[in-house]
């Protein structure tokens, strides 16, 4: 049972004025990865958008939980096909047309990131690559590739556009990550090149609100769960890296909008830059304005703080001119993103009580 925020979040996304929901009508659409939060909130969406707009789509969910895929086959009411990435969907298990794809499946766990390499990796690159293939075999209309501004790296600029690249260390495992978005933003670029594939990629800042999984292991998470409890919260770090952040459905509409908008072979920065705070301004921001002073901020560094796989610091805000000349504006700054996403982990926890 979906909560009344997330609720709200869909219905706001399709009813955007900027999203040319006509020129998708009659089509069939993949969205890989769709049992993840980003997935799963773009799986609600265009479902919604099909009933209310009338616009007559065909939704193939592809995910690797089956519990999550069967609830969200249910839900929406579309097909959903359980499988690994790594292998290409049986052809059954597809329809003849695909006209548009959202490719969103990877690894996005920092511990996976530094415990599991390999198979952060080949998620990625051998998963991807199966995706280009079949969106070439069927000549589909549009593909957005979902990459991450953690391809930048670490960078002396204070605000990075697309075109702008920064350093990655090749040898800390946490490195499959970003280094393995960066081949596949390359593998992208190939397919469109040599094969004209008319494929866009949707640089992701940290996305986070309603439909976020509870037990998500990120930093927003741990600071919601804090404020929920009325504990204080704890930062593992001196909390001095700049973080990039957007609200799910501001991210969910912009990737429709690049997809139906997005120029071919072109990367977009997803983020809202009025919510880029430090780590630590971050949760003096859940403490003091989410929480009312309810809570404080402690430092704590633990020992094993190298086997926890957190990301250099970083300084830079992205910059999305691009994605405003498309027409998208995001809607919610970072304090709205945490009310949100703590008012809908409650509204789901009172529902299953």
């Given at each position: 049972m979906k909560s009344v925020v997330f609720q709200e979040d869909i219905s706001e996304i399709i009813s955007s004025s900027k999203i040319k929901w006509e020129d998708i009508?009659?089509?069939?659409?993949?969205?890989?990865?769709?049992?993840?939060?980003?997935?799963?909130?773009?799986?609600?969406?265009?479902?919604?958008?099909?009933?209310?707009?009338?616009?007559?789509?065909?939704?193939?969910?592809?995910?690797?939980?089956?519990?999550?895929?069967?609830?969200?086959?249910?839900?929406?009411?579309?097909?959903?096909?359980?499988?690994?990435?790594?292998?290409?969907?049986?052809?059954?298990?597809?329809?003849?047309t695909i006209d548009y794809v959202i490719h969103s499946a990877a690894v996005t766990h920092s511990v996976e990131m530094v415990a599991t390499p390999v198979d952060v990796i080949t998620t990625s690159v051998d998963g991807t690559k199966n995706i280009l293939l079949l969106a070439k075999e069927r000549q589909c209309k549009s593909m957005v590739y979902i990459s991450s501004m953690e391809i930048y790296g670490q960078s002396n600029l204070p605000e990075v556009k697309e075109s702008d690249l920064g350093y990655l260390d090749l040898s800390r495992p946490r490195s499959s990550y970003p280094e393995s978005k960066r081949l596949c933003e390359a593998l992208c670029i190939a397919y469109a090149s040599q094969y004209g594939l008319p494929v866009k990629i949707a640089r992701l800042a940290q996305t986070f609100g309603a439909g976020s999984t509870r037990d998500d292991t990120r930093v927003f998470a741990q600071f919601a769960r804090s404020a929920i409890s009325g504990k204080n919260i704890e930062l593992h770090t001196e909390g001095k890296s700049l973080g990039n952040y957007c609200y799910t459905a501001d991210s969910i509409r912009a990737m429709l909008q690049i997809m139906i908008d997005g120029k071919n072979g072109e990367a977009y920065n997803i983020a809202n830059p009025t919510a880029s705070a430090t780590v630590r301004e971050m949760a003096e921001l859940v403490a003091s304005e989410v929480c009312g002073g309810r809570i404080e901020v402690v430092v704590n560094i633990p020992e094993d703080i190298a086997k926890r796989g957190y990301a250099p610091d970083t300084g830079y805000s992205l910059n999305v001119d691009k994605l405003k000349a498309l027409g998208w504006n995001p809607q919610y700054g970072l304090a709205d993103m945490y009310r949100r996403t703590m008012d809908d982990w409650l509204q789901v926890r009172e529902h299953q009580l």
């Open positions: 009508s009659d089509s069939s659409i993949l969205v890989t990865g769709a049992t993840g939060t980003i997935g799963n909130a773009l799986t609600h969406a265009l479902s919604a958008a099909s009933d209310r707009q009338r616009l007559n789509l065909k939704i193939i969910a592809h995910g690797r939980s089956t519990d999550r895929g069967e609830a969200l086959a249910k839900e929406c009411r579309v097909r959903f096909v359980c499988g690994d990435i790594r292998k290409p969907i049986p052809s059954d298990e597809l329809p003849e």
